[in-house]
């Protein structure tokens, strides 16, 4: 066991629960575009929401980054990147373990201005494609294969690196065979295959080891069901979501150069505290293959992550207080409920509005906690 797992809230074989408080000031924590980007409230008590997509966005931003100087980085892959193809994600599980990922498809070449085209650049054809020459005084003739692993991008990158070095015909014949491979549709997998790829993918990908994720939507690497699971953060109060007005001296079209200036909008609250709840399942980690590293990177993930998301329209995010409770059995020894109940964020003065942190006594009941539950305080 290596010396982080001697850290109790970093053993992945024991249960946790903790609490997340952070705050925002002047800023939007997270925008609700089905209400023109306003900060998201509950609209019977006008509390504060933050989605739990919204934090482990930054959690994943968090690692992407750390995970450059990190003794496992090609352990703490992303999934969901920003603007990317889950569905190329996926295909990686596959073409890195040299399983199939498209319809083997053949074809003989019976021109010959396409097989001397080929026998002289057949080492510069992409991988995917293996052309099987014959002596020319053969009767056999010469065959050119297709693995059916490439995208369309794929397809027309390696082709418009070629060039130069194909005539029109061989590249037809390359083209003939990516189409009548699509056409043919995706090999059927086995279930010894998508397990294949599912392991892989909980190896590789921080996010679906600690998260999970659905990746079946292409070709098939199962579902994952993560072992840390978030809440929605509420807020302690209620907040005021503000539109406010913001004037651009510039102009963003060539017919509004006569302007003076130009109205944009901002989005903000003045002050909020906000409380989370997560939830990591030993049961689940065993199964994703969760090490104590990984526990520790999230950890630190929620006390810094925050640095790594700035922007003005947030304006300043802090975390304020993040409270581990952790389990000597694998189902837990006490009510989570009641754990979460000795974490008491209030305001001093109810009739006052909060403006800052030290508005707020965040009050902690540590004596008495139930058998086998021990209480981490990484911040707060």
């Not at 059927?188 to 990908?205: L, Q, S, T």
């Not at 907040?239 to 510039?250: C, F, K, S, W």
């Not at 409770?325 to 964020?345: C, M, Q, S, W």
Request: proline share 6%; hydrophobic share 35%; with cysteine.
């Amino acid at each position: 066991m290596t010396e982080q797992a001697t850290k109790i809230h970093c053993d992945p074989a024991k249960k946790h629960d903790f609490v997340l408080i952070f705050d925002v000031t002047d800023g939007n924590p997270n925008g609700d575009p089905d209400a023109g980007n306003l900060p998201r409230t509950d609209p019977e008590t006008m509390e504060g929401l933050v989605t739990d997509v919204a934090l482990k966005r930054k959690v994943r931003n968090f690692v992407e980054v750390a995970s450059e100087d990190h003794a496992y980085p090609e352990r703490l892959k992303i999934f969901i990147e920003h603007h990317g193809v889950l569905n190329d994600q996926i295909r990686r599980a596959y073409t890195e373990q040299g399983m199939e990922v498209g319809t083997r498809v053949e074809k003989v070449v019976t021109d010959a201005a396409v097989t001397a085209n080929l026998r002289e650049f057949s080492e510069a054809l992409p991988g995917a494609f293996k052309f099987t020459d014959v002596p020319e005084d053969s009767d056999v003739q010469p065959k050119l294969s297709y693995s059916g692993e490439l995208t369309d991008p794929e397809f027309k990158a390696e082709i418009d690196n070629l060039d130069e070095s194909l005539n029109a015909k061989t590249k037809k014949l390359l083209s003939d065979l990516k189409k009548e491979s699509d056409k043919a549709g995706k090999p059927k997998k086995g279930r010894d295959d998508v397990e294949k790829a599912r392991r892989w993918m909980c190896e590789n990908f921080f996010d679906v080891r600690m998260f999970g994720a659905v990746m079946s939507t292409g070709l098939n690497a199962g579902q994952v069901r993560g072992p840390l699971q978030l809440t929605f953060s509420r807020s302690v109060n209620p907040i005021i979501p503000q539109d406010l007005a913001i004037t651009r001296m510039a102009v963003t079209d060539e017919k509004d150069r006569d302007k003076l200036q130009t109205i944009g909008r901002k989005t903000l609250i003045p002050y909020g505290l906000y409380v989370g709840r997560g939830f990591f399942s030993a049961h689940a980690a065993r199964q994703t293959g969760v090490t104590a590293e990984d526990l520790e990177l999230f950890w630190d993930a929620l006390l810094y992550m925050w640095d790594f998301d700035r922007s003005a329209s947030r304006g300043t995010m802090s975390p304020r207080g993040i409270y581990v409770f952790t389990h000597e059995k694998k189902y837990g020894n006490a009510p989570v409920h009641e754990l979460f109940d000795r974490i008491k964020p209030s305001l001093n003065d109810p009739d006052t509005s909060p403006r800052r942190f030290s508005d707020y006594t965040v009050s902690v009941e540590e004596e008495g906690l139930p058998e086998g539950v021990a209480l981490t305080r990484i911040l707060g």
